[in-house]
């Protein structure tokens, strides 16, 4: 594989490259390998396997050679398609850590900012919703439609005020991802009432004949151990664990937050244009809206999380990050909660992970006084 190096900014780094035909058939080979069940019938996913083992194997192992330090995400462009018995050119662009950065952080943050309250109330609120997620749940007649109801409706199709045809007992979970009824329509309706759905040429009327409320079922040794939620087996363990888990990643969250305000308030970092459109493009190319990420604002956090992990990783020679496991933890209580596979990403993983050895370094140089 052969490579050249364009130093575009001392935060901003490109890297052309080059894989040869032999190699490139030895990619091909290698996955096709691996994946022998998927050859004859899912080429889509055997391309995105070779894609992967492109980027994250091939190219990260010339990346991790290379004379500057990479830091937050990767983009790669290819000029050429990627095809068995063709050289693939391409170019990865990411963003660097500067030579001889160092941040200054606050040498302590006051015990007030770190004192976390976990109510009953809030377990309680979180059991609740979690069982309503897992299907745990009796059903009770209501008078309302809320936004956890269970809507039975009979669905009528007319014309000029003449029936044309009627579907009976239609039933639709207002907390569902169902999308053949806009949910807000039947928000706050009652029994017998007519919602239109659709008045285009058709008249499309549901008529609501049942409304039921779930009710979460109480909580069990039995339903404990079926929701394998970090091995626990008692309900009394499993409240435990729940609100050790969520004071984890919210006094996380607070320690992060104030230690990127602190650099930014301070004014140490600025980020040149170079970076701020690399990760404008990211965003877009991730699908992350505006509703998802304060752009300015998030840059600028995301990349000092980068570079301050960066640093501790090189001031540390990357020692084990103490408290791992307890993202693994925050990631099966999310997906407990929404149902959601999000969480299991490895970029949400790599994410909290870097603002966990924030935390390390934290504790180590004495900056908090907490025990988590």
Do not use: W
């Not at 009953?120 to 609120?125: L, R, V």
């Not at 087996?233 to 996380?252: A, D, P, Q, S, W």
């Not at 997906?335 to 924030?358: A, M, P, T, W």
């Amino acid at each position: 594989m052969r490579i050249k190096q364009d130093y575009v900014s001392e935060q901003f780094h490109q890297m052309y490259f080059e894989i040869s035909v032999e190699e490139m058939d030895n990619i091909f080979t290698e996955v096709y390998e691996e994946n022998a069940d998927l050859i004859d019938t899912h080429t889509e996913a055997l391309m995105e396997s070779i894609k992967e083992k492109i980027e994250y194997e091939v190219l990260m192992d010339e990346i991790d050679n290379l004379d500057v330090y990479m830091v937050g995400p990767k983009m790669v462009k290819y000029l050429t398609k990627i095809e068995r018995g063709k050289m693939l050119l391409g170019i990865v662009q990411f963003c660097i850590l500067p030579e001889n950065l160092d941040l200054e952080l606050p040498t302590y943050i006051p015990t007030k900012f770190l004192d976390i309250e976990i109510t009953d109330e809030d377990i309680d609120k979180l059991v609740n919703k979690m069982l309503l997620e897992n299907n745990y749940y009796e059903l009770s007649e209501s008078e309302i439609v809320t936004k956890t109801a269970i809507v039975t409706y009979d669905l009528c199709y007319t014309k000029d005020d003449l029936l044309i045809n009627q579907i009976k007992d239609q039933i639709f979970d207002m907390a569902s991802d169902n999308n053949d009824i806009d949910p807000l329509k039947l928000e706050g309706k009652k029994k017998a009432d007519k919602v239109i759905l659709d008045e285009d040429e058709i008249v499309v009327e549901a008529r609501i004949t049942k409304i039921e409320e779930k009710i979460p079922s109480t909580l069990t040794e039995e339903i404990v151990k079926r929701l394998k939620f970090s091995r626990v087996i008692t309900v009394e363990g499993f409240k435990r664990k729940i609100r050790e888990t969520v004071r984890f990643g919210k006094l996380l969250d607070v320690i992060v937050y104030y230690i990127t305000e602190f650099v930014i308030q301070n004014k140490q970092l600025s980020f040149d244009s170079y970076v701020n459109n690399f990760y404008l493009k990211y965003a877009e190319h991730c699908d992350l809206t505006t509703e998802k990420i304060d752009y300015n604002m998030g840059i600028q956090r995301m990349l000092i999380i980068e570079y301050l992990s960066a640093i501790i990783d090189i001031k540390y020679d990357g020692d084990r990050v103490e408290y791992a496991n307890k993202v693994g933890d925050e990631q099966i209580l999310a997906h407990l909660l929404d149902g959601s596979d999000l969480y299991f990403d490895d970029s949400f993983f790599e994410r909290r992970i870097q603002e966990v050895k924030i935390l390390n370094y934290c504790i180590s140089e004495k900056i908090v006084d907490i025990k988590i």
